[in-house]
């Protein structure tokens, strides 16, 4: 799952959450998204709009789609990206916010693919990013322009590259692998 968030006007940013679905585990009906205050433990649901559901499989054109009809559990082996909107304003609905500097915006359900081999299987997940609305308040995160690799052989190298981009703020990245996150 990806995250980002984009400047739009003072104290307004629209969130986009790239959601990345085997389809062999269970749909993705309804993810929790929160936006939580990091210094005071203040919490609020958020309520994203799926925009767009769109198969990325990696198989041979001949075979069609796999994840067909979108968003349900299949057999076959495949993935779907899936894209969910959402506008923080805090002069209007995330006003108790405006105050806080460092800003934690999260995205989870239950339950991870029982297929996964990488840790995290069946287990809920969650993804956040940070928004530090006092140091970096008119800054745009990076933009990630590939899909992401889901699978790949057994003993052989494998090179990637995340080919992100800062090209509004041009900010420097770096990047590090951690366990998977759980609600």
Do not use: H
Not at 28 to 37: G, I, T
Request: aromatic share 14%; proline share 4%; hydrophobic share 30%.
């Amino acid at each position: 799952t990806f995250t980002s968030d984009k400047w739009k006007f003072v104290y307004r940013y629209d969130i986009t959450f790239k959601l990345y679905r085997d389809c062999r585990g269970g749909a993705l009906y309804s993810p929790d998204f929160e936006l939580m205050c990091v210094s005071s433990n203040k919490k609020q649901y958020l309520y994203a709009n799926r925009k767009n559901i769109r198969e990325i499989s990696t198989n041979c054109t001949k075979i069609g789609n796999v994840c067909d009809p979108p968003n349900s559990t299949v057999t076959a082996e495949g993935f779907e990206e899936q894209i969910y909107i959402y506008t923080i304003d805090f002069n209007g609905s995330e006003s108790g916010f405006k105050n806080c500097c460092l800003l934690k915006i999260g995205m989870g359900q239950c339950c991870r693919s029982s297929k996964l081999t990488t840790g995290g299987a069946s287990n809920d997940f969650w993804v956040t990013c940070d928004l530090d609305n006092c140091k970096a308040q008119f800054n745009t995160s990076p933009v990630f322009s590939f899909d992401p690799v889901f699978l790949v052989a057994c003993n052989q190298p494998l090179s990637l590259s995340f080919s992100a981009f800062d090209t509004t703020d041009n900010d420097s990245l770096s990047y590090s692998l951690s366990e998977p996150l759980q609600n």
